[in-house]
């Protein structure tokens, strides 16, 4: 297990858990050896054990490797931004290029929609759009693909746009 991943940091912190409780928690640093994705994780105080972070790091480790399976991704970055509530939430942000190599793009997707098939479909669609403008043609039709309507392809689509564009953000490069 621990030859795919190197703990790289560990320390003392708390976690909020909703209204004014928190609880303590040690937070885990962990680096990929494969692409050297750096993330976190935490794990309660009480259940911190060797095999615990072992388990969670070898875990956290396989799920962020396989978005390099997802075609054109180029890194991945672990990161935490602020809700609106004041609190930090963890999220992933892939990056990936055109098919051309000529393009760049990024996605942030918070954890709670950290999902292979939600992610790979957002880079597939934004994939196509880059190449689209590259060639001088028209993109993938309709915006880009909802929480609902990739994991829940049976979900109303009203439903789906309507919660579609405030949890992920992306941005976008073209040419050099």
Known sequence: MADTYDVITQYQTVEFIGGTQTRPVIAVGVRTKAHGVY???????????????????????????????????????????????????????????????FSGHSVDVPYSKFNQDYIAALVGY?????????????????????????????????????SAGSSVTSSTHIGP
């Open 39 to 101: 993330f976190e994780f935490r794990v309660p105080k009480a259940w911190y054990t060797a095999a615990v972070v072992k388990s969670d790091a070898h875990g956290y480790t396989i799920i962020y490797e396989l978005l390099f399976t997802i075609p054109n991704v180029t890194d991945v970055e672990w990161t935490q931004e602020p809700t609106q509530q004041g609190q930090l939430e963890d999220h992933v942000v892939v990056y990936f290029t055109s098919t051309s190599g």
């Open 126 to 162: 934004y994939v196509a759009e880059m190449d689209a403008v590259e060639a001088g043609t028209t993109g993938p039709a309709g915006g880009p693909p909802t929480w609902d309507a990739v994991t829940n392809p049976s979900a109303p689509a009203q439903q789906a746009a309507s």
